[in-house]
T-cell receptor, first 115, second 115 residues
Framework: AQSVTQLDSQVPVFEEAPVELRCNYS??????LFWYVQYPNQGLQLLLK??????LVKGINGFEAEFNKSQTSFHLRKPSVHISDTAEYFC?????????????FGAGTRLAVHP | EPEVTQTPSHQVTQMGQEVILRCVPI?????FYWYRQILGQKVEFLVS????????KSEIFDDQFSVERPDGSNFTLKIRSTKLEDSAMYFC?????????????FGPGTRLTVL
């Protein structure tokens, strides 16, 4: 079975500062890793995903994440945040196999960007 | 850009009543999912659906729940006799094909309140 831990429930940060949202996972099988963002009153939108290959993954809106297999982590980073990045961020895993794959989500991190 | 839609956005019901939550997945997608998020908790997988049958369901998805694709466009989640603990945000998602790395596109959610 897979599980995901997001270590921070809330992260306050000032505009134009860098930010890191932490995610650790556990799994006995190979997994795919994802970050989703949820803006107020909207659905979940995919930010980026790690499937294989380069461990540094770039996504939309200037976000990137680094897959670290030895530390079973997939932390999300942005060098300079904007007010518009204020949202809930979810880390998720799915198992590495063909066919459909259910997503296992972390509890979410609320990013609050202040002016 | 194609998107997943859900209706209604908010449903209020009395305990013991039946509710049907509706979703219109993206038109060329083949895999459909329901997830839920109880306030303050993780997004949890409920069920996946392919080729007119359930592919996998979680332990949450008991006999009170059912899913259906009544026509070529809608995908519904029915809760036969709602309980207070069914109050949550319900998300529908769809994905295109059969490989595990296919992105799941999420709808905006239906907030179900059971009184």
């Amino acid at each position: 079975a897979q599980s995901v831990t997001q270590l921070d429930s809330q992260v306050p940060v000032f505009e134009e500062a860098p930010v890191e949202l932490r995610c650790n996972y556990s799994s006995s099988v190979s997994v795919y890793l994802f970050w989703y963002v949820q803006y107020p009153n909207q659905g979940l939108q995919l930010l980026l995903k790690y499937l294989s290959g380069s461990t540094l993954v770039k996504g939309i809106n200037g976000f990137e994440a680094e897959f670290n297999k030895s530390q079973t982590s997939f932390h999300l980073r942005k060098p300079s945040v904007h007010i518009s990045d204020t949202a809930e961020y979810f880390c998720a895993v799915s198992r590495f196999s063909g066919g459909y794959n259910k997503l296992i989500f972390g509890a979410g991190t609320r990013l609050a960007v202040h002016p | 850009e194609p998107e997943v839609t859900q209706t209604p956005s908010h449903q209020v019901t009395q305990m013991g009543q039946e509710v049907i939550l509706r979703c219109v997945p993206i038109s060329n997608h083949l895999y459909f999912y329901w997830y839920r998020q109880i306030l303050g908790q993780k997004v949890e997988f409920l069920v996946s659906f392919y080729n007119n049958e359930i592919s996998e369901k979680s332990e949450i998805f008991d006999d009170q729940f059912s899913v259906e694709r009544p026509d070529g466009s809608n995908f519904t989640l029915k809760i036969r006799s709602t309980k207070l603990e069914d109050s949550a945000m319900y998300f529908c998602a769809s994905s295109e094909g059969t490989s595990g790395n296919n992105e799941q596109f999420f709808g905006p959610g239906t907030r179900l309140t059971v009184l």
